[in-house]
């Protein structure tokens, strides 16, 4: 069993803050945990602009603080996400949130991440194991 607290995670290597500087994470499970995905609290900064494209990735976001405008880049179509509404990347579409008021959410990751990934210039996550 694991117990861990968002707290024990400040500070630490599994409290990853974006090259970009739009947003943050709270890597809580990886993959190094094994349990098939990995869960993150991640903070997108009010005012911000981030884009997307999991491609090597699943993503499932819940929204539980915040506001953006999700839009799913490959039809143009847009979302207001608020607090309560989930949205799940489940054809690695590149997507785009524009962040109207500091944006909490939780992620799920399948397959999990390392805790080292962050976004490179076409908004992939790379597909890391934990031997690379």
Do not use: Q
């Not at 607290?5 to 990853?16: A, C, F, N, P, Q």
């Not at 994470?25 to 190094?32: D, E, G, Q, T, W």
């Not at 143009?76 to 608020?82: N, Y």
């Not at 590149?94 to 991440?113: A, E, M, S």
Request: net charge negative; with cysteine; charged share 30%.
């Amino acid at each position: 069993m694991i117990v861990r607290s968002l707290k024990d995670i400040e500070g630490t290597e599994r409290h990853v803050k974006a090259r970009s500087g739009t947003w943050e994470s709270k890597r809580i499970v990886l993959a190094k945990e094994r349990v098939g995905f990995s869960l993150h609290e991640t903070v997108l900064y009010a005012g911000t602009e981030t884009s997307m494209w999991y491609a090597n990735h699943i993503e499932a976001v819940l929204c539980v603080e915040g506001e953006a405008e999700l839009t799913d880049d490959e039809t143009g179509e847009k979302h207001w996400i608020s607090p309560g509404t989930m949205y799940l990347l489940d054809g690695h579409e590149r997507h785009t949130l524009r962040v109207k008021t500091d944006f909490r959410c939780v992620c799920v990751f399948n397959p999990p991440v390392t805790g080292r990934e962050d976004h490179d210039e076409n908004g992939v996550y790379p597909l890391l194991t934990e031997e690379g």
